[in-house]
């Protein structure tokens, strides 16, 4: 069964402090990749989108994502987290074929202040 | 403002007995999909839907029914809650190619 792996759980940093959260995805076929940013007690909200083309996409907030197509890999990267970075992410696939759409199960982010 | 309104926020019911949680969106987007979210699984997408009167299960559809009769509303049923079906819902929609809008979220309880 395809399947979204979101490999941290949890993870916690200081402000400014670098992030890279990985995704990776089980699925041969061609997809679109979403990142979501959901914060305490509040409904999900898009952080960026790949379909196709340059492979580095820039979201909201000064966060980025690079597909790495090879290695099934939609890693989402923020250079310097604040801590009103403090939330959850997940990050999602959708089929070409048939546009079902599979979210991995979350990472929770703790920024330290 | 564009919105997807869910109702209702929260839900206490009873074991076998049907209930329906409404959706609507006032982008004229043809995308609209349901999802659950638990704790340790993150969201599943429970049915979808890319047009009027064109729907399609989602990775966990049992024991739900949606209908798209208009574009902007998107209703879940639960014909018949059971307890395993507690969980906090959420609809979305777009114009197309994922969840742009979500909608806060139904917290429901099947007691």
């Known amino acids: 069964a395809q399947s979204v792996s979101q490999h941290n759980h949890h993870v916690i940093l200081s402000e400014a402090a670098s992030l890279e959260l990985g995704c990776n995805y089980s699925?041969?076929?061609?997809?679109?990749l979403f990142w979501y940013v959901q914060y305490p007690g509040q409904h999900l909200q898009l952080l960026l989108k790949?379909?196709?083309?340059?492979?580095l996409v820039k979201g909201i907030k000064g966060f980025e994502a690079e597909f790495i197509k090879s290695k099934f890999s939609f890693n989402l990267r923020k250079p310097s987290v604040q801590w009103s970075d403090t939330a959850e992410y997940f990050c999602?696939?959708?089929?070409?074929?048939?546009?079902?759409?599979?979210f991995g199960k979350g990472t929770r982010l703790h920024i330290l202040p | 403002e564009a919105q997807v309104t869910q109702n209702p926020r929260y839900l206490i019911t009873v074991t076998g007995k049907k209930l329906t949680v409404t959706c609507s969106q006032n982008?004229?987007?043809?995308?609209m999909s349901w999802y659950r979210q638990d704790p340790g699984l993150g969201l599943r997408q429970i049915y979808y839907?890319?047009?009027?009167?064109?729907?399609d299960k989602g990775d966990v559809p049992e024991g739900y029914k949606v209908s798209r009769k208009e574009k902007r509303n998107f209703p879940l049923i639960l014909e018949s809650p059971s307890p395993n079906q507690t969980s906090l819902y959420f609809c979305?929609?777009?114009?197309?190619?994922?969840?742009?809008?979500f909608g806060n979220g139904t917290r429901l309880t099947v007691t």
């Open positions: 979305a929609s777009s114009l197309g190619g994922g969840p742009l809008h």
């Open positions: 699925y041969g076929g061609t997809v679109n």
């Open positions: 790949y379909f196709s083309g340059d492979p």
């Open positions: 999602a696939v959708e089929r070409d074929r048939d546009d079902k759409i599979i």
């Open positions: 982008m004229n987007h043809e995308y």
């Open positions: 839907s890319m047009n009027v009167e064109v729907t």
